[in-house]
């Protein structure tokens, strides 16, 4: 009797966790997870915000569509563009990890002192990163560094993917074809950071500082003539009337890359069911190679203006790269010992970059 009255109770037990809410197990858990299907979901909007117009973001655009595709509609978009919902660029990776958007693109070059390792790593000048390696270097280094996405965790955002912008190049009025760097001496550039401003300088060039909106009017009033950048804003923003040279250091190289980040809030991301992730996950490499495809187009659409326009698309070679390297080696060493000093192991990290550039393809 009394083994009877405990097998009742220990049922009664159960019916009564179950009634309660209580979790089934993991594997129970698992399986349940398994069978949710986008038709269980109900609609949700997430916001994407951007500094950029729609045709500059055109891939974006496209990879927004795509994550509702394949949501079957489940996931829709509020999209603001051109800085329209948050107008400070800086307050832009708070904004999203509080939720006043969900997700963005971050330009890393614009919060080194936030995400110190993922600039450095790329940012350093002339690493010789080229447009063909520069998405699957991004595979390789993060799946080796844990730690450079746990500067995205540590500012409460989800790494979801990234981009690697055309390499950083010159673009200088001379009056004539550029031959080397005794032809900058004295001309007035502005750099796209500190380090390829005290570059310049240490070239005999005259680093300005300028606003990166107020660049086209510069070059037409001629208060600078010259501007360091990659070939999309060359293009678009229309640069490159106001320049004779477009100057490549090395053939689809440059002086340095930015890393361009597509992030969501941790909190964010955290809420979302985990088939929505997946979705999102699985759309981030057809829009990392699409915005590529658009680098690409700028920068061809950039050298053969220059070129039907009589101007000069100049490609250093060997020789003339050996030129810049006493005046780069200093910036490279400075900016190896600072990381170093701060972040142990950096210096292995940037040797590594290296020798997986001089490597790709072997």
């Known amino acids: 009797m009394k083994k009877f009255l405990a097998l009742i109770l220990a049922v009664a037990m159960m019916f009564a966790l179950v009634a309660c809410g209580e979790k089934a197990p993991a594997a129970d858990d698992g399986a349940a997870d398994a069978e949710v299907t986008f038709a269980d979901l109900e609609e949700m909007t997430l916001v994407y915000s951007s500094t950029k117009n729609d045709k500059a973001d055109a891939a974006q655009l496209a990879y927004l569509e795509a994550i509702t595709a394949a949501t079957e509609g489940k996931v ?114 502005t750099g796209s950071c500190g380090d390829d401003a005290e570059i310049l300088a240490a070239a005999g060039a005259v680093p300005v500082t300028v606003a990166f909106p107020e660049i086209y009017q510069s070059l037409e009033k001629n208060v600078i003539k010259g501007f360091v950048n990659h070939s999309a804003p060359a293009f678009s923003m229309s640069f490159h009337e106001h320049i004779d040279n477009w100057v490549v250091f090395g053939e689809d190289s440059g002086i340095c890359v930015n890393l361009v980040a597509v992030v969501m809030g941790l909190e964010k991301w955290n809420s979302l069911p985990t088939i929505v992730q997946d979705a999102i996950l699985a759309a981030e490499p057809a829009r990392a190679e699409a915005e590529a495809a658009t680098q690409r187009n700028f920068d061809n659409m950039l050298k053969k203006t220059m070129t039907d326009a009589g101007k000069y698309v100049v490609v250093l ?39 997986y550039v001089a490597n790709y393809g072997a």
Request: hydrophobic share 35%; aromatic share 10%; with cysteine.
């Open 76 to 189: 829709k978009w509020d999209v603001y563009l051109s800085n329209s919902l948050i107008t400070n660029v800086r307050d832009i990776p708070e904004g999203v990890a509080t939720g006043i958007a969900d997700l963005t693109t971050l330009n890393i070059n614009n919060y080194t002192g936030a995400f110190p390792l993922n600039y450095n790593i790329l940012s350093v000048p002339f690493t010789g990163v080229t447009d063909e390696c520069r998405l699957d270097i991004m595979n390789y280094m993060y799946d080796k560094y844990p730690e450079l996405e746990q500067e995205f965790t540590d500012n409460g955002l989800k790494l979801v993917g990234w981009s690697l912008t055309n390499s950083n190049n010159l673009g200088v009025k001379l009056g004539k074809e550029y031959t080397g760097i005794a032809d900058l001496k004295n001309v007035d550039i």
């Open 317 to 355: 070679n060997d020789e003339q790269l050996a030129e810049w390297q006493p005046v780069v080696q200093p910036t490279v060493d400075r900016i190896l010992a600072d990381m170093e000093a701060s972040h142990p192991g950096f210096g292995a990290m940037y040797a590594d970059l290296k020798d």
